[in-house]
């Protein structure tokens, strides 16, 4: 079992390698130049990789999808040429939401530390004009 992991690490490494060349190197859609491949999960046998992306630009996610799926079959073509897999993984692009929450939460953090700065910067200068009017 531990093996297998490994493996299905290695070959999720080579895979997202691959289709990240794929997409800045052979692809002539210029929609797919858009996405970030975030990771790459592969299936216990190895027939399928699912592939998480993201994108800068979230109204273009459905034509970028469309242009995916379009795209699937050459990379998975490019894949097998460029890789000593026995078995080429059926690729499935997924869009990946998780990042967008995160951004906000990142966001929101750094909000909440600027206020924080200012926050703490004014009572420094007031207690600096307490102390000087003492």
Do not use: W
Not at 8 to 15: F, T
């Amino acid at each position: 079992m531990k093996n297998e992991s490994k493996r299905m690490s290695r070959v999720s490494d080579v895979i997202q390698r691959l289709v990240v060349e794929a997409l800045l190197r052979s692809a002539q859609d210029p929609r797919l130049q858009l996405v970030t491949v975030l990771s790459v999960d592969v299936s216990p046998d190895l027939k399928r990789a699912d592939v998480y992306y993201a994108l800068n630009d979230e109204e273009k996610s459905h034509a970028v999808q469309v242009a995916l799926d379009k795209a699937s079959g050459f990379i998975r073509s490019e894949i097998a040429k460029r890789s000593a897999l026995r078995v080429t993984p059926k690729i499935n692009f997924l869009y990946d939401v998780s990042h967008r929450a995160a951004f906000k939460i990142n966001t929101l953090l750094n909000t909440l530390d600027h206020e924080s700065l200012h926050s703490s910067a004014d009572h420094d200068e007031e207690m600096d004009e307490q102390c000087v009017a003492d």
